[in-house]
């Protein structure tokens, strides 16, 4: 049926409406999110229009790739009704093809769309993150307003006989340079022995070089130094892959990324759980699209009311929520991210395909 002529046309129809609602969320993400943008940087240094712009247009692709899930849920429910509206579902019905058959090239069509944004968008999202990610903290640095990160680096090292922690508001260069730094430094009893405070941390070989740093110790005046080092034995490869976020990871780059940091010790759980889902991807949008053909299929011929189709998209949309709910268990460890990832889908699938099933054969 896929290579047929009818399959042909059916499975072009599903792209072209995949493409048209894509372009369209796609522009109103670009609006809401430079709007947004503007609003809160336009007093930054070094800000422009063309900036804000840039930044924009990078950080859609990671937004698309979050709503693609939901996304193809309507856009099979708007191609199925639409060619049931039609009659094209109703003559081909009549002419003895079963709903499988021709459910199949909107299957391969929400299963390649799962591909492409697997090997397409996610890298253009992961690169995306993290520039955006950049221009922002740079701006922020040179209007001295720097903002508290989404993920806080706290760094614990023992470096010889010195116990050192050391936080930042936030980060660039994948965690090598820190930004507003406090380094408590202790001693064998665990007393604290110095604090500097210092603007930024810029991690070298051997140690970390602070920058306008204030330190105070207990019963001392307060000392300012325009510079200071703290010795460390961390390496760069360590502090990029503790610090690494999974949204800023390409699918390609995921697997070593969690052999590397499973080989220095760090817990993986939230880079196995993000390579699980972008594996699973296409079959969730092969779910949505089976969920969204339970309640379109038959629409025009038995004047099924709004409440049905109402009905998928909630059902699709609790699909959703599930997935990412469980997708933060994984993350947390406190399930195995191949069970969290892949369970939802699984289920999905299968209660799809039961209901065409009931619906086809009773």
């Known amino acids: 049926?896929?290579?047929?002529?009818?399959?042909?046309?059916?499975?072009?129809?599903?792209?072209?409406?995949?493409?048209?609602?894509?372009?369209?969320?796609?522009?109103?993400?670009?609006?809401?999110?430079?709007?947004?943008?503007?609003?809160?940087?336009?007093?930054?240094?070094?800000?422009?229009?063309?900036?804000?712009?840039a930044m924009t247009a990078m950080r859609v692709p990671l937004i698309l790739q979050q709503t693609i899930p939901t996304l193809s849920l309507f856009i099979g429910i708007t191609v199925l009704i639409a060619l049931n509206?039609?009659?094209?579902?109703?003559?081909?019905?009549?002419?003895?093809?079963?709903?499988?058959?021709?459910?199949?090239?909107?299957?391969?069509?929400?299963?390649?769309?799962?591909?492409?944004?697997?090997?397409?968008?996610?890298?253009?999202?992961?690169?995306?993150?993290?520039?955006?990610?950049?221009?922002?903290?740079?701006?922020?640095?040179?209007?001295?307003?720097?903002?508290?990160?989404?993920?806080?680096?706290?760094?614990?090292?023992?470096s010889g006989d010195q116990d050192t922690i050391i936080g930042a508001k936030s980060y660039q260069n994948d965690g090598t340079y820190l930004i507003d730094v406090v380094v408590f430094q202790f001693d064998a009893d665990g007393r604290v022995?110095?604090?500097?405070?210092?603007?930024?941390?810029?991690?070298?070989?051997?140690?970390?070089?602070?920058?306008?740093?204030?330190?105070?110790?207990?019963?001392?005046?307060?000392?300012?130094?325009?510079?200071?080092?703290?010795?460390?034995?961390l390496k760069q490869e360590y502090i990029q892959e503790s610090l690494a976020q999974p949204e800023t990871v390409a699918f390609f780059d995921l697997s070593r990324k969690i052999e590397v940091s499973k080989s220095f010790g760090i817990s993986t759980k939230a880079l196995e759980t993000q390579y699980h889902s972008l594996l699973s991807l296409p079959v969730?949008?092969?779910?949505?699209?089976?969920?969204?053909?339970?309640?379109?299929?038959?629409?025009?011929?038995?004047?099924?009311?709004?409440?049905?189709?109402?009905?998928?998209?909630?059902?699709?949309?609790?699909?959703?929520?599930?997935?990412?709910?469980?997708?933060a268990f994984g993350s947390s460890g406190a399930i195995p991210p191949f069970v969290a990832v892949w369970i939802p889908v699984v289920v999905a699938t299968a209660l799809g395909a039961t209901i065409l099933l009931h619906q086809e054969d009773g």
């Open 1 to 53: 049926m896929i290579f047929s002529t009818l399959g042909r046309y059916f499975f072009r129809r599903y792209i072209v409406t995949a493409l048209w609602f894509m372009l369209g969320v796609s522009a109103i993400i670009f609006l809401a999110d430079f709007s947004e943008t503007s609003r809160r940087m336009s007093g930054y240094v070094g800000y422009t229009v063309w900036g804000g712009l």
């Open 85 to 158: 509206r039609r009659y094209e579902l109703v003559v081909t019905r009549a002419a003895g093809i079963s709903v499988w058959q021709f459910v199949s090239p909107f299957v391969a069509g929400a299963f390649l769309i799962g591909l492409a944004t697997v090997f397409v968008v996610n890298p253009l999202a992961a690169w995306g993150q993290r520039e955006s990610a950049s221009m922002e903290a740079s701006w922020r640095e040179a209007s001295n307003r720097t903002r508290a990160s989404k993920f806080l680096p706290w760094i614990r090292q023992i």
């Open 193 to 233: 022995i110095l604090r500097q405070d210092a603007k930024t941390a810029k991690l070298e070989d051997g140690y970390w070089l602070l920058n306008e740093v204030l330190e105070n110790r207990p019963g001392e005046i307060p000392v300012r130094r325009d510079t200071a080092q703290v010795r460390t034995n």
């Open 284 to 327: 969730l949008l092969v779910a949505m699209t089976l969920i969204a053909a339970t309640v379109s299929l038959k629409f025009s011929r038995f004047a099924q009311s709004r409440s049905v189709i109402l009905g998928g998209i909630v059902a699709g949309f609790v699909l959703y929520v599930v997935t990412v709910l469980v997708k």
